[in-house]
């Protein structure tokens, strides 16, 4: 096991952005400046992210009406959504199919979602459901599923909606595309920390996530990425870790929200803003997570994302 680290200073930032126009819907004309480069390829047990040992500050009560609505409603602008996600691996096969548990972080401990891998599926494939004890795909407590590639490095999340194949014509009912993830090959560590982006639908109007609804596989998020076909579409990635001398090891500053090293923990930015948090995650004890998102992102998003780095990744480690 490695020793906790410290966080590391914060760097000087761009002038800050603002939310609602760094994620407004429209062609994306930002072109990659260049990934940051580990200065130091040889320090393979480089994969630890350091965080201050300071009080958990708790989520702003937060409260609504209709569960199913909240956990796809993107959050609210200047409202960090602060949130605690537990693992349970008790049970006959439940060390190879744990349940995961998303729930406000404060004292009310509001229920969010439910999430688990399939079994006897051919790809990595977890149901999210809005009720605890429901977790089937017929269910109608059914919200959404992450699904993943044969090789566990890139995944795409759907919502609830109807499959491509039975919607009407117009797509108007067909599920619609939430997010897609990508990491980075690492075998063997010699690239440094995990490096993961993530797509995400833009936003149009009045703060509402513009609908991403393909017909099928080739014209979804992640060939949209691959093509460099940007249109409506929003790119984040992790933000890079620090390396510390003291300590050896790649550090993060969580402001407190995460007090043991992992090589889960990750904070999810804009290239606008970095010091601007979209999503961030990270552990607390052994099955327990602190999972904090901001706009435009929305819980099924940001539980999706967290649910996508448990997943075995033989090619990224």
Not at 116 to 133: A, F
Not at 135 to 151: A, C, Q, Y
Not at 193 to 216: C, H, Q, W, Y
Request: with cysteine; aromatic share 8%.
């Amino acid at each position: 096991s490695e020793p906790e680290t410290k966080s590391s200073k914060p760097k000087s930032k761009k002038e800050n952005a603002n939310p609602a126009s760094m994620f407004a819907a429209g062609g994306d004309k930002d072109k990659d400046k260049g990934k940051d480069k580990n200065k130091d390829k040889k320090k393979k047990k480089a994969q630890v992210f350091g965080c201050l040992p300071e009080e958990r500050p708790p989520s702003p009560d937060i409260e609504f009406d209709s569960l199913e609505e909240f956990v796809l409603q993107p959050a609210q602008q200047g409202v960090t959504v602060k949130c605690k996600m537990t693992r349970d691996k008790r049970g006959m096969d439940k060390g190879l199919y744990p349940t995961y548990y998303l729930h406000l972080d404060n004292e009310k401990k509001v229920f969010l979602l439910a999430g688990r891998k399939r079994k006897k599926s051919t790809t990595s494939n977890y149901l999210i459901s809005i009720d605890p004890t429901d977790l089937s795909r017929g269910g109608e407590n059914f919200i959404g599923k992450l699904r993943s590639n044969m090789m566990g490095t890139k995944f795409t999340v759907f919502d609830n909606a109807l499959h491509p194949d039975r919607a009407l014509p117009d797509m108007s009912n067909a599920r619609q595309e939430l997010a897609a993830i990508i990491y980075e090959t690492n075998v063997l560590g010699i690239k440094g920390p995990r490096r993961l982006t993530v797509i995400i639908p833009g936003m149009g109007k009045d703060s509402e996530r513009v609908p991403i609804r393909p017909r099928s596989d080739n014209n979804g998020l992640l060939m949209k990425f691959q093509n460099r076909k940007m249109d409506n579409l929003i790119e984040l990635h992790n933000k890079t870790p620090t390396w510390n001398d003291d300590t050896a090891s790649h550090v993060l500053n969580f402001n407190g929200r995460v007090t043991q090293a992992s090589i889960k923990n990750f904070q999810i930015i804009h290239s606008k803003d970095e010091a601007y948090i979209v999503m961030q995650f990270g552990r607390v004890a052994d099955d327990a997570f602190t999972l904090d998102y901001s706009y435009p992102m929305c819980a099924v998003q940001a539980f999706a994302i967290a649910l996508s780095s448990f997943d075995g990744k033989i090619t990224c480690e």
